[in-house]
């Protein structure tokens, strides 16, 4: 007998059993595992190994699909609720059955529509896959593989006055403070960062841009560069707006203020109202 288990709310790789007018049937060592007509390849035969999620429908069966949910159990989701009761909120995770945030996993405002970052796990009661918005508890402590100027993944997923709070390479949290953000930021869509600062206290602070002295020393060739191609005029003081400074050189509104700087120290350029002009 094998001592292989079902992987619950991730992905297995399965031996196809039966063929059926309405699905497949694999071997899921214990059960048999129905995948629906709809989302079988249409030259799989018996015999052949298939790669399928697997999680429990809407009677509680275990279902295999091929479809491909936002993320599987231990991982960080940014999703959307899809209908609130009054026991808890589901959620759209990409299958058929919404995730279920039981009412105690629930953080506050969890209303239609609005998304949240979310923890996908399994119910250790009754085995089926639940999620939960109460982040922290399942976050790493241990922050010693990480150091100021590495680059990481980062998921932003909510606002704050201080600026965008982001998960850190699914295991920790950090902040992009409003003097990094130089660029429109999308809610749960995965970037690229830099740790700024680690603090004394442990907490993390982020940028978007490499923290370098050769960054800045490359954004003031590249302004100069560009003032020497646009015949020696550039209609852009360190009052121009972020947004347009990172449209139009690709650098975030600091590092542009210390190109700027840099150049006027060198006497390479004047500042006027109207903008820069070369010396």
């Known amino acids: 007998m094998s001592n292989r288990r079902l992987r619950m709310g991730q992905y297995n790789r399965l031996k196809v059993i039966k063929q059926l007018d309405f699905g497949i049937y694999l071997d899921g060592y214990e059960d048999e ?10 030259d799989i035969q018996i015999g052949d190994f298939l790669d399928v999620f697997i999680y429990r429908d809407s009677e509680d069966r275990a279902i295999g699909t091929t479809l491909e949910p936002y993320g599987t159990v231990g991982e960080f989701v940014y999703l959307t609720v899809t209908m609130v009761t009054s026991l808890g909120v589901f959620m759209d995770w990409g299958l058929p059955k919404d995730l279920f945030i039981p009412f105690k996993q629930q953080r506050d405002n969890m209303l239609l ?39 990481v993944d980062i998921l932003p997923y909510e606002y704050t006055d ?57 954004s003031k ?28 050189f690709g650098m975030s509104k600091k590092d542009f203020k210390k190109a700027v700087g840099g150049l006027l120290k060198e006497r390479k350029i004047e500042l006027k109202d109207d903008g820069m002009y070369l010396l």
């Not at 595992?33 to 249409?42: D, E, F, G, H, T």
């Not at 085995?127 to 100021?148: M, N, Q």
């Open 33 to 42: 595992i129905l995948v629906p007509k709809q989302y079988v390849p249409a």
């Open 162 to 218: 201080m600026g965008i709070k982001a998960l850190i390479n699914q295991r920790h949290l950090g902040v992009l403070y409003r003097d990094e953000v130089f660029k429109n930021i999308e809610l749960g869509k995965p970037t690229v960062g830099y740790i700024k600062k680690i603090r004394e206290d442990q907490k993390i602070d982020l940028a978007l841009l490499e923290q370098s002295y050769n960054r800045i020393e490359g």
């Open 113 to 151: 529509g609005k998304s949240f970052l979310i923890f996908i796990h399994l119910d250790t009661k009754t085995d089926r896959i639940v999620g939960s918005a109460k982040i922290e508890r399942f976050l790493e402590e241990d922050i010693s593989e990480l150091s100021e100027g590495m680059q």
């Open 221 to 248: 060739n590249d302004l100069y560069t560009q003032l020497q191609e646009a015949q020696g005029f550039l209609p852009f003081t360190d009052k121009s707006a972020p947004e347009l400074i990172y449209k139009t």
